[in-house]
């Protein structure tokens, strides 16, 4: 249980693209989802949290008109980079927060999303 | 504010041999801490949580960590490495046992030779 897919896996795109990401928790509910970067050999960095049904709370220096997050499901949060730039090219990984059960208040995170900008 | 620190951005070890990997935190209040694992081009998977029930936790993988307040770590340990157990570990820490708002460590690569 407590699975969380991404898609796509990787993704390059041109410079001044949009690019879509989708994060899914597979076999639970997720009212709250959370949207992670991490660059090269770096730690992950909280972008924005995404709770379903409300606007998403993003972290202190991060364009939320840039990266526009949508979780309009239980089960499905998306990430899209507006006018991405070589830049924004990252592993952009997403977690779901578990409710209820075995599951309640733990963060099951994706495989991740490889986000190359050319 | 809170914060984690490991000690060391690549450790190696033997196969078979100890495997000790350095954490320690910053909180002022009683922290929820976690050690994760990430594989290449993968996500991260938990490998154990403290949440104040026990100060020695057992996670998977036969990992474990002990809280130390008294010295402000949480030290990753396993008696055997493996192979497989070549990764990437975080240490993180959170405000609340909701596990929102994790902060995560800088990361130690585990080298494992044969």
């Known amino acids: 249980g407590a699975v969380v897919s991404q898609h796509p896996s990787w993704v390059i795109c041109k410079s001044g693209t949009s690019v879509k990401i989708e994060c899914r928790s597979l076999d639970f509910q997720a009212t709250t989802m959370f949207w992670y970067r991490q660059f090269p050999k770096q730690s992950l960095m909280l972008m924005a949290t995404s709770n379903e049904g409300s606007k998403a709370t993003y972290e202190q220096g991060v364009e939320k008109d840039k990266f526009l997050i949508n979780h309009a499901s239980l089960t499905l949060s998306t990430l899209t980079v507006t006018s991405a730039h070589p830049e924004d090219s990252s592993f952009y990984i997403c977690?779901?927060?578990?409710?209820?059960?075995?599951?309640?208040?733990?963060?099951?995170f994706g495989p991740g999303t490889r986000l190359t900008v050319l | 504010a809170q914060s984690v620190t490991q000690l060391g951005s690549h450790v190696s070890v033997s196969e078979g041999a100890l495997v000790l990997l350095r954490c320690n935190y910053s909180?002022?209040?009683?922290?929820?801490l976690f050690w994760y694992v990430q594989y290449p081009n993968q996500g991260l998977q938990l490998l154990l949580k403290y949440t104040s029930a026990a100060t020695l936790v057992k996670g998977i993988n036969g990992f474990e960590a002990e809280f130390k307040k008294s010295e402000t770590s949480f030290h990753l340990t396993k008696p055997s490495a493996h192979m497989s157990d070549a990764a990437e570990y975080f240490c993180?820490?959170?405000?609340?046992?909701?596990?929102?708002?994790?902060?995560f460590g800088k990361g130690t690569r585990l080298h494992i030779l044969p």
């Open positions: 977690s779901a927060l578990g409710t209820g059960g075995l599951l309640a208040d733990t963060q099951y």
């Open positions: 993180a820490v959170s405000f609340t046992l909701r596990d929102d708002k994790i902060i």
């Open positions: 909180s002022s209040v009683p922290p929820y």
